[in-house]
């Protein structure tokens, strides 16, 4: 039985483990958990809808980012490649040989060159193409018969690796491009279709299947391989997918007999192999993705052809992502260890290129009011610090009577609730609210109690204040404000009437120093729903409704408004609206077809309006935000649950991308408003508790700061700061990253917040220790703080000085004293002072072995001190040295040599002249 076998296999993992204790150890199960569907921690888009996708997907993440991915478009047969390096998802033909690039696999070297080792089934032969989007360079690398399948690249070191199998020799090739020229050599003979390899430090790693489909591994070294048997407990499915993990290669495969995903690892020689997931099935491709944390992330599929993915992080945890897709799929992880997956997404009709990934994908959501049984709609701004400010209605019980209220929640100081207009109307309706550039809240809002009436509330005084605009009665029950650049408060509102052919868009405006004043926009109005008004960076009006089943619109660039136009015309459109205005003028407008339950979506940034349909099911409420990007983000309601569902839309490179923010309920009441971080922030009411809710999206924290590093021997000691930006949610850990002697920079270690220190120790002196930091929040890993490198050492020996006086100077000398285990970096000099003082005379580089100091008093005793400097700081003082300068007696001795040599002269020329020999 599947049990009793794996029981088996536990204790048999346990009695080798004395043999193994360098291996990874990664803990078996008795039976797979039934995974998780995780329908909220992933976004999820389609990079090329019109391709009919097939095959291999293969995909690679570049130095910035960027994601690259090669595919077959069944429908043309032809090699694709898409990438979003630019900013945008782009796909393009890469190769136009028909039935070229069935089997493919894809790099990027460190210089951004893309690198696709692809199967050419016209010719049979092994083909690679390199370059970047719009510019390639298609190359034969093996023309021999029958070769290419199962290829897998690598580059590294200038050169690029194709690992590929050869039908007609049955064997295992590899393909070396050194310099522009290609070699190809057999590297193992007698072996079954399946191969996938891995490069680390210049050694190539190469998971194949043997001709009765064991699974071993050849490992080349560039001047000779070794194989090595992995698992021989049974027959292996072709398809294998292989990482590196803790330095060593890593393999993922399916057993077709036992039917189990499995997971090879090894320490160096003997292989460790355990079961991943027991399922009944494992549909072809599997992918499999070692992050930065040695965190192991696999994709596959299972019989039903859902997606499923699997995380171990000391323990394995299941999920499935999506359903009924195709056979194949890749996963990455990026330098924020987030993931990427692209696969087969199946369509009605055809299978497009679908995209998955956890990054910038985490919502926080908190309750913020739950008393009172009303339904609270809300509306929500958040102001220039990122604090968020909810205005919503509220009931309350006074004297057994059921009253209502307007509130005013923020969470400036942690979120606090309080009311800010007691008499307002139990009758539950869309409030509107803005924040000025001071901070300052403003709010309009429908009282039903007095016969309908427009209100007015603010803060910008202290004390909430409120004020009645409109009381003609049937008045603001659909009503938005916007506050301009000079803290002019604007609003539109509706005017309902017994006949609805009468009925009035109205528009006011409010000031302290011009006071109120009111007026018409359009009668004739008939709403379906509410109004939206936005207030752009010239001051400019902008307002879109409803009216007889059209979405209308209206600007105001001076004293009055221009005349309304039809942006949409169908007759059926109704429900909640949204509308955001760029710096550039351009206005996005988000609404509903109610008769065909879709949300739609409109803009003018071409010259004219242009919508679409983007998404079905959807209810009766959005909210629209735009990035400085330009990207748009758009909340709103699924009706296919009895409470409704609250999701999610943006666009992010291009491509729209989807997901789940609350499963739990959500009512036709959104709204959304984005800080300028780019964080979301979404109020909306959960008709099943009865609570007012908040959701945040949250981004990765920002860099830890001010990361130094204080040495001693045989440890380091580091310090830092928190992140100055924590992407609105709490910092858990810090992660530590360390390089020795210049290699590779790997996961040490982490400190849990609200921690800002760590003590490296065990350290072997004179050695080089690199490090960087990376604070970690519920979204994930942040950015990376700068590099600190320490040499544990000792302090040095003090130098011996040495002076010596000269003609107004002194001349100093010393050793190179006992350097702790690193290399002395400086040296300090210090000389008494006419007070008795020793001041800093100098500081000079570590190879320096004397100094003169010059302009001194001859006569004058001058005394000093040295001190020597490695990474762990100062030596002690040297023992002080004294020298005096004193005045040079050259020239006297010069002249007395003179005065002799002429002397001496003037003699012996007497002496010549007198003996008559001159």
């Excluded at 407008?589 to 949300?599: E, H, M, Q």
């Amino acid at each position: 039985m599947q049990i009793n076998k794996l029981r088996a296999s536990a204790i048999a993992w346990i009695l080798l483990v004395p043999l193994f204790m360098g291996l990874i150890l990664i803990t078996d199960v008795d039976a797979t958990p039934t995974p998780v569907l995780d329908e909220i921690s992933w976004m999820k888009g389609a990079i090329d809808s019109h391709s009919d996708v097939s095959n291999i997907v293969s995909q690679a993440i570049d130095g910035d980012g960027h994601i690259h991915v090669s595919y077959y478009n069944s429908d043309t047969n032809r090699l694709m490649y898409a990438t979003n390096s630019n900013g945008v998802w782009r796909s393009q033909v890469v190769d136009s040989t028909t039935s070229a690039g069935k089997y493919n696999s894809i790099a990027v070297d460190g210089d951004g060159v893309v690198h696709i080792s692809y199967s050419n089934d016209a010719n049979n032969d092994l083909k690679y193409a390199s370059g970047n989007f719009d510019s390639w360079t298609l190359t034969t690398v093996d023309s021999a018969t029958a070769v290419g399948d199962f290829n897998s690249i690598a580059c590294h070191d200038k050169k690029v690796f194709i690992s590929y199998y050869n039908y007609s020799g049955q064997s295992l090739k590899l393909a070396v491009k050194t310099a522009g020229r290609w070699s190809t050599t057999t590297i193992v003979e007698d072996v079954s279709q399946g191969s996938t390899m891995a490069m680390k430090d210049g050694k190539v790693y190469i998971a194949y299947l043997s001709s009765n489909f064991k699974l071993k591994m050849a490992i080349g070294n560039g001047t000779g391989w070794v194989v090595q048997d992995v698992d021989s407990t049974s027959a292996f499915s072709k398809y294998l997918a292989i990482d590196i993990l803790n330095g060593y290669p890593c393999v993922v495969y399916y057993s077709t007999i036992s039917q189990d995903l499995k997971i090879a690892t090894t320490s160096g020689t003997a292989w460790d192999t355990q079961v991943v997931d027991d399922v009944t099935s494992v549909a072809y491709g599997v992918s499999v993705n070692v992050d930065s944390l040695q965190r192991i992330h696999i994709v596959y599929s299972d019989a039903a052809l859902d997606l499923r993915y699997a995380i171990y992080n000391g323990t394995w945890n299941y999920f499935i992502l999506d359903a009924s897709v195709g056979n194949f799929k890749s996963i990455v992880s990026d330098v924020n260890d987030k993931q990427h997956v692209v696969y087969i997404d199946r369509e009605p009709t055809y299978y497009q290129l679908g995209y998955l990934t956890n990054s910038g994908a985490k919502w926080l959501i908190k309750d913020i009011d739950s008393s009172g049984g009303a339904d609270k709609f809300s509306s929500i701004a958040v102001d220039a610090m990122g604090f968020a400010h909810i205005a919503f209605y509220d009931t309350y019980v006074d004297n057994n009577v059921t009253k209502g209220r307007l509130c005013h929640a923020t969470s400036a100081n942690g979120w606090q609730v309080e009311t800010v207009d007691i008499s307002a109307s139990a009758v539950p309706n869309h409030p509107s609210v803005v924040v000025d550039s001071h901070g300052f809240v403003h709010i309009s809002y429908w009282d039903a109690a007095i016969g309908g009436t427009l209100k007015y509330a603010t803060n910008a005084d202290g004390p909430w204040k409120n004020y009645t605009l409109d009381a003609l009665g049937n008045i603001g029950k659909s009503t938005s404000i916007a506050v301009d650049s000079t803290g002019t408060v604007h609003i539109v509102y509706t005017y309902h009437t017994p006949n609805p052919a009468n009925n009035v868009l109205k528009y006011a405006n409010f000031s302290s120093e011009a006071g109120l004043n009111t007026g018409s926009i359009e009668t004739g109005v008939v709403t379906n729903g509410q109004v939206a008004l936005v207030a752009d960076s010239e001051d400019h009006l902008h307002v879109a409704y409803y009216k007889e089943g059209e979405l209308h619109y209206a600007i105001k660039s001076g004293a009055t408004w221009g005349d309304a136009e039809s942006v949409d015309t169908s007759d059926q459109l109704g429900g909640g609206i949204s509308m955001y205005v760029n710096a550039a003028g351009n206005v996005f407008i988000t609404y509903y077809d109610n008769g065909l339950s879709k949300l739609m979506y409109v803009n003018n940034t071409g010259g004219s309006w242009v919508s679409q349909d983007i998404a079905l099911a959807a209810g009766g409420a959005s909210a629209i935000f735009v990035d400085e990007e330009g990207d748009e983000h758009i909340s709103y309601l699924e009706t296919n649950t009895p409470n409704g569902i609250l999701k999610y839309k943006e666009r992010r490179n291009g491509i729209w991308m989807d997901q789940n923010i609350d499963l739990t309920g959500c009512s036709p009441q959104i709204s959304m408003a984005m800080d300028s971080l780019g964080r979301g922030h979404v109020s909306y009411f959960d008709p099943s508790t009865k609570v007012l809710k908040y959701a945040t999206s949250i981004m990765a924290p920002s860099a830890p700061t001010n990361l130094t590093i204080d040495v001693e021997s045989n440890k380091l000691t580091l310090n830092w700061a928190a992140p100055k930006v924590d992407g609105g949610s709490s910092i858990i850990e810090y992660r530590i990253f360390r390089s020795v002697a210049g290699g590779e920079y790997l996961f040490l270690d982490a400190v849990l917040a609200p921690g800002l220190a760590y003590i490296d120790d065990g350290l072997e002196d004179g050695v080089t220790y690199s490090y960087y930091i990376r604070a970690v929040n519920a979204e994930g890993t942040g950015e990376l703080s700068e590099f600190v490198s320490g040499i544990p050492c000792r302090e040095p020996q003090a130098p011996v000085l040495k002076a010596s006086g000269q003609d107004k100077a002194v001349k100093l000398t010393w050793n190179e004293p006992e350097n702790g285990g690193a290399d002395i970096t400086g040296y300090k000099i210090y000389r008494k002072n006419a007070t008795g003082v020793f001041e800093l005379l100098v500081e000079l580089g570590g190879n320096t072995r004397s100094y003169t100091d010059k302009q001194l008093e001859n006569g004058q005793e001058y005394s000093y001190y040295i001190k020597a400097f490695n990474p762990a700081g100062p030596s002690v003082d040297s023992a002080v040295a004294s020298a005096t300068p004193e005045e040079s007696n050259t020239l006297m001795i010069i002249a007395i040599v003179i005065i002799v040599l002429a002397a001496v002269g003037v003699g012996a020329f007497v002496f010549l002249k007198k003996s008559g020999r001159i």
